[in-house]
Structure formats: structure tokens, C-alpha cells
């Protein structure tokens, strides 16, 4: 039994039926139940589950709807999801999109609306109690007479159908009938159907009319309203930010009378009268603006300060800046000692510097069916599948990890700091700063090779050299170490983790950051948040970090626990946010840290701490009175043309440059990843086919000499016996990297590849005798 057309869509009906949807090149098109209602796409597996489970939502409101061919058609929201469609028939894809139109239109008018009304025209209040009260009356009367006269046009529009159906009838029973008789009876009938359906049609203009006049006469009284609450609401908003202001102000002058900071205990200092000392206390009413900030997710309420708050003495260049040094005249002092140092880097501007390139090739566009790929992996190991350079962008994971240094001069900055706590909001700055550039980087970056690497040598213009090692094929890690004329240095080793969870892939990155400053002997730590790529199989491929961050002194104590908000559809908070707390080994917290890890961070200084109401889980939350945000950290402008150029920075661009000197290992000589490059795909992808059987092979060699020197001399070494052995899993173990050695770091605890030195010395000699030949 066929099922019931579901009926003609009009403006405001819900419409429900059957589509085919796909899922996946497993399944294919799948039958689903569809409801549209308020502007919300659902759809369910059957009609039963509509009362308790939904499998998926989309709010037209921010859809793009498009037809693909003469039953498919295609719903995005811009990314995030996508719901490819069929239907049965051109027909019932036509009403369909028909629908879906019309709920959009009325989606994106009612959320228009809704935003004028929130936002921008808040109610009205009343000036009086009886004033109030006649308002209200005569909105709630013009709202039921407007409602009666859409019931009017609903009625109309139902009479219209039933007559219009019953004339058509009338029109088609005339046309059959013979001359005879029955002539005038039939006649009669269509006479007075079609004077039925002439007068419904009258009264459906006359109501359209009476409600079109309603509508214009009132318009005028409801935008003069609108204007006047608009007004309204700007002098309240003006008169609790003044009464805010002074809240403040009377709540630092009780606190400045009642107990003075051990900062002012001096009395020479606390003297108004005299000489403006350092940290007086007019420096704290000039400078102490206060803002609110608390720690959980709706995290930071800022209150503006009042303009004269913003006046600055010369008494403030230290203060509070003794402790912290985060004062902008600090800053300023810092640059102008660094000008003024006769050891300073200027001189270096006179020598020549290299001229770096700054484009690559434009990335081809070509075709890729993901068909063909799976066909030929039929039967075969997964780690003897080779996959398409199409997946990947021309540049290792070795130089990936390099491009963490494009910020370097956080860490120069941190190295001249005199305060700890200040030399941790440079550090954790940097570290959001190196996933700066994964925000539209969705290409996969090429596999080192066992015993390849990669060197970075910017001592000449920017201060630092930096080595990165593939000292680990299975699982695969890498060995980086990095190195500044301005007192720090940087060690990671990162092992990459993957999970595959069909609509997503999640990259976990193991292995420790380390952080190192020779001034001050501090050593920090940290790890990496895991990275998400969305829209693996169907869709617009998206990358996004999620996670927490524990940056670490060990040799003070200090601590920065940063927070990286995964993207949700439904926050209100602003995408990729990143927010963060500064505290000392006692747990008192110093700076409060906030920004997104694609454009820019800030921090605030901490001025009192208490406890706030509690949040939406029942935690209590901390409320923290801070200083105005300062900027610490701000993204570099990409390029000029990156779309075309795999969305590389300027630095990234130069990663890849050839370069005379360098070991015969380094990636820049990787035969595959310079023919994408050049964008000879077809030829990249044979010769990464035969690096990796060639490493296969090596790796071989490597375990039948393990097995050989292991066994007796009578025992013949076959290919069973290397299967066999269980020296075949270890054979990692028994491979030593060219430059860097595993040792146990007694300040933080951890056991990682450390550089053990050699390389720029076989440099300068030109000596790579002791190199492998890996390409």
C-alpha cells in the first residue's frame, strides 16, 4: 500500500516524510524520517523514535540549500554539517525544497526579529504604573486583533483550496458530458462553484487589505517606541557604568585606609606630601582600573574604566613593577636598556642578510577519487598502503615542528624578564602561538624517514638555530632542539597518537615541551593539546584544538593551566578561545591570561581574588579583580595569495627553500616532497612509493643483522627466524640517532632524546661521512 503525499508545504505548516540520506561509501543512501518544524531539520531512523531520539539537526536559519540533480539536493551549514538528500521523485524533492525554503525565509526573518528586539530595542518601561498599564493594554489588544485577522487569512486560504478543487472538478465532469438534458443542471453547478470561489477570493483580499492597513498604521507608533527604549536603555546602561565606577573607587579608598599592602610599609613611601615615591598611592588610584574576570567558561566580565583613570606618572615605571614588571613603562624600559646595550643585535642589521623567498608554487587543483585509492588497498597490509601525496602538503613534520619557532620572540622576551610569574604569561603565550598556523592548514605534513632532519639556522637575523631528528620509526618520533644568543633553549620530543572515528580523525600528540633559561635557571614543561580534524569522508575538512595545557617552573613552583575550548555549534562563546590562570607554588594566582589560538592573546594582572556565585555545575567560581588586558601575543597576516599556497606562513614558505650545506639527510632534499612542490604529483607519489620500500628494506637489513649477532654461529639466519625473533619488535630499540641521545632529565623527571652536539660542527668541516643514506 503506497504511503500518503505529504501535502503541498505553505508558510508555517510543519512537513514530515520520507528521505534517503547519505551515511557513508559503506552503506550509501539510507532511508530516514525528515521533520521540519520552526525552522529545525530532524530526521530519525523511524517514525517511533520522533518521541525520544534525534539523530541529527540542522537550523536552516544559517543553511545553504542547493540542488544537485533531479531527486538530490544538498544542506550545509557551513561546515559543520551537511546532509546529502534524495528523494523519490522530482516532484517530491520540488515540494521538499519548496518547504525547506520557506522555513528558511521565515527562520532567518524571525531570528532578525529576535535580534533587533534582544539586542537593540529592549522593552520599554513604564514612566508610570497607569502609563505602563495602557501601553500594555494596547499592545495586547493590537496583538489579538492582528491575530484575528491571520485567523481571517488562514480561513480564506482553506476556502479558496476546497472551492478551487470542487470548480476544477465541476469544469472537468462539463467537459465530458454529452449534449443533452443534464446541460443546465451542470451548467447551474459550475455557475454558482464559481461564484463561491469569487467570493472567498474577495474576502481573502479584503482581509489582506485590512490586515496590510492594521500592519502600516501601527508601524510609525511601534518604531517611535522602539526609538525611545533604545534611548532609554543607553542612559541606564551610561548610569550603572558610572554607578560601577564608584563602587569601585569607594572600595579601593576604604582598603587604602583601613590596611595599607606590605608594599607600603615604608613610610618615605607612603608619603603623600613629598616627592612622588615608587608605588605611591596615587599611582595605585591612577592605575589600578579594576575589571572583573572569572575562571570557568563565560570567564572574563569587564567593566570600562573611567577616562581619567587612564592618566600615567613617571612614578610607575617600577611599584608594582618590581614585582611583576608588567607595567607598559617597564616594557618600555626593558627596550630602551636592550637599544642602548653595546651587546645588542642592531649591529648585525648592517651585515648583509639573506633574502628569503616568499612564494612556492600555486597548489594544483587536481582530481581525487577516493575510489581508486580504496580498490588498490584490497588485500593489502595496511603499512604497505601507499597514500597519495594528494593528502599532503609539501613540507615534513620535522620543519612542522620548526615552524613552532615563527614566535621566537616570546622567549626572547621571557629570557630578559626579572619576574618569574611575568617570565610564564611570555611562555605560555608561546606556547598557543605554535598552533597559530594549523588554523587552515588541513594538509597532512609528509612521515620523516628514519634518521632524516631538518635544521633551521637563523642565528645571523633572528638569534637562533634550531635540529629536528626522526629518531623513532615505530611508533614514529621526533627530536627536536633549538637554541638563542638571547639566553633560552628549547627541547621537545613529540610521538603523534591517531584515532579515527569516522565523521573525525583526533591527533594526540605525546612527549614533553621543555623550556630552558639561562639567566635564571628556570625550567618549564609542558604538553600539547590533542587536534581534531572534522569532515573526514563527506564535507569541507576543519582543524580544531581542544584540551588543557599545565605549563610548569620546576624550579619555582609556578604554574599556568590553560584551557582550550573545543568548538561547540551552540556556545556563545567566541570560536578556538583560550583562557588561562598564572599561579604561584602556594596556588595564589598573578595574571589571568585569555584570547584564541588563531589571532591573539592578552593578560591581565590580578589585583584581589574572592569567591563568586556558583556557575551553571554548582562549582563556586572565582571572581578576579584585574588590571586593563594588555596584548602579549598577536598572529602574523599571512601572505599575500596563501589560499594557493597551502595557507603557508611566511616562514613556512622558506622552510623548503634549497639551501647549500646541509646534511644529505635534511628534508629540504627529500626527492618526493620537492617534486609536489614543484607540483609533479604523478612523479611524487612513485618516488614516495620507493623511499618507503627502500626504508622497508633497510629496516630489514637492520633486523637480520640484530637476529645474526644475537644467534649461535651454527644457526642459519632465514627470513623465519627474523619473524620469529623477538628481537624483530625491539629492532627500534637497537637503532641510535645521528644527533641526539636518550637521557633522563632529573629536573622534570621525564626520559627524552636530548641533543648530544656534533652537528654544526660537521658543518662547518663539511664532514657527513657518518650520515646514512636514507633518499
Not at 550545509?76 to 525554503?101: D, F, M, P
Not at 589571568?592 to 555545575?617: A, P, Y
Request: charged share 25%; with cysteine; net charge negative.
Amino acid at each position: 500500500m503506497s504511503e500518503p503525499k505529504p501535502p503541498t508545504p505553505t508558510p508555517g505548516d510543519n512537513y514530515k516524510g520520507w528521505l534517503f540520506k547519505w551515511t557513508n561509501y559503506i552503506k550509501g543512501y539510507q532511508r530516514r524520517w525528515f521533520v521540519l518544524s520552526n525552522g529545525l531539520l530532524s530526521y530519525y531512523r523511524t517514525q517511533a523514535e520522533m518521541g525520544h531520539t534525534c539523530r541529527g539537526t540542522i537550523n536552516l536559519a544559517t543553511a545553504n540549500i542547493a540542488v544537485e540533480d533531479s531527486c538530490n539536493f544538498v544542506i550545509s551549514n557551513g561546515g559543520a554539517q551537511t546532509y546529502h538528500l534524495k528523494a523519490n521523485s522530482e516532484v517530491e524533492r520540488q515540494r521538499w525544497i519548496t518547504a525547506l525554503e520557506l522555513a528558511k525565509a521565515k527562520a532567518v526573518r524571525m531570528q532578525a526579529e529576535s535580534d533587533d528586539s534582544g539586542d537593540d530595542c529592549p522593552a520599554v518601561p513604564p514612566t508610570s504604573g497607569q502609563g505602563g498599564g495602557c501601553r500594555n493594554s494596547e499592545v495586547q489588544s493590537t496583538l489579538r486583533t492582528l491575530n484575528s485577522k491571520v485567523e481571517d487569512l488562514t480561513t480564506c486560504n482553506d476556502l479558496i483550496v476546497k472551492h478551487g478543487s470542487a470548480l476544477q472538478r465541476s469544469l472537468s465532469e462539463l467537459e465530458g458530458i454529452r449534449v443533452g438534458g443534464d446541460m443546465g443542471e451542470k451548467i447551474r453547478q459550475v455557475t454558482e462553484r464559481a461564484t463561491l470561489f469569487r467570493i472567498t477570493s474577495n474576502a481573502m483580499i479584503n482581509a489582506c487589505r485590512d490586515f496590510l492597513s492594521l500592519a502600516q498604521s501601527h508601524s510609525k507608533r511601534w518604531q517611535k517606541a522602539l526609538h525611545g527604549e533604545r534611548d532609554q536603555r543607553i542612559r541606564l546602561e551610561e548610569t550603572l557604568e558610572q554607578l560601577a565606577k564608584q563602587h569601585n573607587h569607594l572600595e579601593r579608598a576604604f582598603r587604602g585606609a583601613t590596611v595599607l599592602p606590605s608594599s607600603f610599609s615604608n613610610p618615605a613611601l607612603g608619603n603623600k606630601g613629598g616627592v612622588s615615591g615608587k608605588g605611591d598611592a596615587s599611582d595605585e588610584d591612577d592605575d589600578n582600573e579594576f575589571f572583573d574576570a572569572m575562571e570557568d567558561p563565560a570567564e572574563f566580565i569587564t567593566v570600562p574604566a573611567d577616562p581619567k583613570y587612564h592618566r600615567r606618572s613617571g612614578s610607575n615605571v617600577s611599584g608594582f613593577s618590581s614585582e611583576t614588571g608588567m607595567d607598559d613603562q617597564s616594557v618600555n624600559f626593558d627596550e630602551l636598556s636592550l637599544a642602548s646595550n653595546p651587546e645588542s643585535p642592531q649591529p648585525l642589521e648592517l651585515e648583509p642578510v639573506r633574502q628569503r623567498r616568499t612564494r612556492i608554487p600555486d597548489k594544483p587543483n587536481y582530481y581525487l577519487n577516493l575510489w581508486s585509492i580504496m580498490k588498490n588497498c584490497i588485500g593489502k597490509e595496511l603499512s604497505k598502503i601507499p597514500m597519495p601525496v594528494n593528502f599532503n602538503e609539501p613540507l615534513s613534520m620535522l620543519q612542522r615542528l620548526s615552524e613552532d619557532l615563527e614566535y621566537y620572540e616570546l622567549l626572547d622576551k621571557a629570557a630578559k624578564c626579572q619576574s618569574s610569574l611575568e617570565q610564564m604569561c611570555y611562555v605560555a603565550a608561546f606556547t598557543v602561538s605554535s598552533y597559530s598556523t594549523t588554523v587552515h592548514r588541513t594538509g597532512k605534513p609528509f612521515n620523516p624517514l628514519l634518521g632524516e632532519t631538518f635544521e633551521l639556522d637563523r642565528l645571523s637575523e633572528c638569534g637562533y638555530r634550531s635540529l629536528c631528528e626522526q629518531v623513532s620509526h615505530h611508533p614514529p618520533a621526533a627530536a627536536h632542539h633549538a637554541i638563542s644568543e638571547k639566553g633560552w633553549t628549547l627541547r621537545q620530543e613529540i610521538t603523534l597518537a591517531s584515532k579515527f572515528r569516522g565523521k573525525y580523525l583526533s591527533i594526540m600528540p605525546l612527549g614533553s615541551i621543555q623550556c630552558l633559561f639561562d639567566k635564571s635557571d628556570n625550567h618549564y614543561s609542558w604538553k600539547k593539546v590533542t587536534t581534531t580534524v572534522h569532515n573526514i569522508i563527506v564535507g569541507k575538512l576543519w582543524i580544531d584544538q581542544s584540551g588543557e595545557i599545565d605549563v610548569v617552573n620546576h624550579k619555582t613552583g609556578d604554574r599556568c593551566h590553560l584551557k582550550f575550548a573545543p568548538y561547540s555549534y551552540f556556545s556563545r562563546d567566541v570560536p578556538r578561545k583560550v583562557t588561562g590562570v598564572v599561579t604561584d607554588k602556594d596556588g595564589k594566582a598573578h595574571y589571568v591570561l585569555s584570547g584564541t589560538w588563531d589571532e591573539k592573546m592578552e593578560f591581565s594582572r590580578i589585583m584581589q581574588s574572592s569567591k563568586g556565585e556558583n556557575g551553571t555545575e554548582g562549582k563556586q567560581r572565582t571572581v578576579y579583580q584585574t588590571l586593563k588586558a594588555k596584548e602579549i601575543w598577536t598572529k602574523n597576516p599571512l601572505p599575500e595569495g596563501a589560499e594557493n599556497m597551502y595557507f603557508f606562513s611566511s616562514l613556512a614558505l622558506t622552510l623548503n627553500e634549497p639551501e647549500e650545506g646541509v646534511a644529505p639527510t635534511d628534508s629540504r632534499r627529500r626527492p618526493d616532497q620537492r617534486l609536489m612542490e614543484d607540483g609533479r604529483w604523478d612523479e611524487a607519489n612513485a618516488e614516495k612509493q620507493r623511499l618507503e620500500e627502500k626504508q622497508r628494506i633497510t629496516r630489514r637489513e637492520r633486523e637480520r643483522e640484530a637476529v645474526k649477532a644475537a644467534s649461535s654461529p651454527e644457526e642459519a639466519v632465514t627470513e623465519d627466524s627474523i619473524n620469529d625473533s623477538p628481537l624483530k619488535s625491539a629492532h627500534q630499540d637497537n637503532y641510535q640517532a645521528m644527533w641526539f641521545e636518550k637521557l633522563d632529565d632529573p629536573v622534570s623527571g621525564e626520559t627524552l632524546h636530548v641533543y648530544k652536539g656534533g652537528y654544526w660542527e660537521a658543518k662547518e668541516q663539511g664532514s657527513w661521512d657518518t650520515c646514512p643514506d636514507i633518499f
